[in-house]
Every structure is written in structure tokens, then in C-alpha cells.
């Protein structure tokens, strides 16, 4: 209630602009969805709002544009599908769950050590994606669950910033 009564103090007055830093931390998702809906019609009234997050799925789907800051600099900036194409082009990944274990490494598949399920990465996933399923027919598997997927906002996140752990 605190967040939701801070953002209506801060658009009493009909602001052009209304800038949010990390608005939904530490509130419940009825919260969350609420004070969303609130931020859904000041945009409908055509007021701008600059929403700073590390809450990557919120900006995902809520944000018309995106900037990733590194250390202070801009590192990428755009709309989610023109980062993902700038750094991932048409790439899909997949992810298949065999039926058991593979006996032998499976080409284009780096499957998880031990385990029954891998993934791929396809530049073409309609022409790519049957070659692979039967390579894995021709060992013998059979797919039990199969995933694609393209990059997110979290792969562009870790591609322009890199992987390792900040202090």
C-alpha cells in the first residue's frame, strides 16, 4: 500500500514524465499486478515513464525500450527483439528431455553430464530441427518433452554484461 500511495502522490499533479526506481520490490503480486494497472493508464494518458529494475522479466514485458547499464555505461539499448537479433540474430535454443540416457555424445546436443536432457542451439530451427530429432531417432531415443525458445531480456542481460558474479 505504501508503494501504490507513493506512486499516486508522485502523479497527483499529471506529470509528463514519472520516473519509478525498482517501483514492485518487496510487494505481493496482487501489489505488483495493481500498481501496474495504475502505470498501464498513465501511459494510456500519454505520460512517459522511465522505470529503472532488476526485475529483467518486468522489464520484459512491460517496457516499450530498453537500456542495460554496466558499470555506469550504456551497453546496449533498444527494443527487446532489436537487442536479441543484434546479438543473437534468428537463433532459437532448444531443449529436449530424452527418454533415458544416452549411451554416446549425440551431435548438436550438449546434453547435461548424466542426465536425459540437452540443449542446441539452431540459426534456422524450421530447417535445423528435424535433422536433429533424427539423430536422436537413429540412437534409439525418443523425445519425451521438447522446448524452444529465443533469447530474452536475462541471455541479453549476460551477453552485454558477462556472466561472472559482481561483488
Known amino acids: 500500500m505504501k508503494r501504490r500511495l507513493n506512486i499516486a502522490a508522485g502523479v497527483l499533479h499529471r506529470p509528463q514524465v514519472v520516473l519509478l526506481d525498482e517501483p514492485t520490490v518487496g510487494v505481493d503480486p496482487q501489489s505488483r499486478e495493481r500498481i501496474y494497472e495504475m502505470l498501464n493508464e498513465l501511459r494510456r494518458q500519454g505520460t512517459s515513464l ?40 534468428g537463433r532459437r535454443t532448444v531443449t529436449l528431455t530424452l527418454d ?26 524450421v530447417e535445423e530441427l528435424p535433422a536433429l530429432l533424427a539423430r536422436v531417432r537413429a540412437c534409439g531415443l525418443e523425445v519425451e518433452d521438447l522446448a524452444l525458445h529465443r533469447p530474452g531480456l536475462g541471455a541479453v542481460f549476460l551477453a552485454l554484461t558477462g556472466r561472472e558474479l559482481r561483488e
Open 50 to 89: 522511465l522505470l529503472t529494475t532488476h526485475q529483467l522479466d518486468e522489464a520484459e514485458s512491460r517496457c516499450d525500450r530498453i537500456v542495460i547499464l554496466d558499470h555506469g555505461k550504456v551497453v546496449g539499448e533498444g527494443t527487446l527483439p532489436e537487442l536479441v537479433s543484434r546479438l543473437f540474430g
Open 100 to 125: 533415458r540416457v544416452p549411451e554416446s555424445t549425440l551431435p548438436g546436443l550438449e546434453l547435461k553430464p548424466g542426465g536425459r536432457s540437452g540443449t542446441a542451439l539452431l540459426a534456422d530451427a
